[in-house]
């Protein structure tokens, strides 16, 4: 059974910093794009990066330029997420979901973890 | 970065009616190499993460109804509820995967009227 197991959410101070991991089982992992998504509290879904299997490729959305990282342990079946110079507007529930087997094949987004709860506040 | 629309905001149908949600996507995603729309749709109750229901514009992940449906070819696409159940609640969302920098629609929320 896929499972993705998101953590390291809480509550941070404006420009604070956090990392968010993500736990992947029940498929290679290494054989898979790798992506964040966000969603702020009663809003929609938002993309935030994507990276590829050997990690040699990395995509994110403008919003994060330069704050956020994208990478991931292929050994440890793990993806992170590191969060600098958060901002209010960076709070939302985080998911972790699996891509694509490679850029062209059909399916995206066919399993999400659960979500983990960023708060930027002071 | 392409940009997705979708209309209705919402809608209200009555159960066994059916529903319709429009996409549209600011440039083609259609990939002329393999004529496939690299379009997909999910749906997303409270509480829980979004679930994958079409892929490629149309065709129907495994496990999902087949009175969920989905059409549309190069910047123009419909996901149809053809017959909706209550379980079918939900926020409705569109994505293109086309370009490596994925962008979500604004989502239609279906309630029952």
């Known amino acids: 059974e896929v499972q993705l197991v998101e953590s390291g959410g809480g509550l941070v101070q404006p420009g604070g910093s956090l990392r968010l991991s993500c736990a992947a089982s029940?498929?290679?992992?290494?054989?898979?794009?790798m992506s964040w998504v966000r969603q702020a509290p009663g809003k929609g879904l938002e993309w935030v990066a994507n990276i590829k299997q050997d990690g040699s490729e990395k995509y994110d959305v403008d919003s994060v330029k330069g704050r956020f990282t994208i990478s991931r342990d292929n050994a440890k079946n793990s993806l992170y997420l590191q969060m600098n110079s958060l901002r209010a507007e960076d709070t939302a529930i985080y998911y972790c979901a699996r891509g694509q087997a490679a850029v062209g094949t059909p399916k995206l987004f066919d399993y999400w973890g659960q979500g983990t709860l960023v708060t930027v506040s002071s | 970065d392409i940009v997705m629309t979708q209309s209705p905001d919402s809608l209200a149908v009555s159960l066994g009616e059916r529903a319709t949600i429009n996409c549209k996507s600011s440039q083609s995603v259609l990939y002329s190499s393999n004529n496939k729309n690299y379009l997909a749709w999910y749906q997303q109750k409270p509480g829980q993460p979004p679930k994958l229901l079409i892929y490629w514009a149309s065709t129907r992940e495994s496990g999902v109804p087949d009175r969920f449906s989905g059409s549309g070819s190069g910047t123009d696409f419909t996901l149809t509820i053809s017959s909706l159940q209550a379980e079918d609640v939900a926020v409705y969302y569109c994505l293109q995967y086309y370009s490596t920098r994925f962008t979500f629609g604004p989502g239609t929320k279906v309630d029952i009227k």
């Open positions: 029940g498929f290679t992992f290494s054989s898979y794009w």
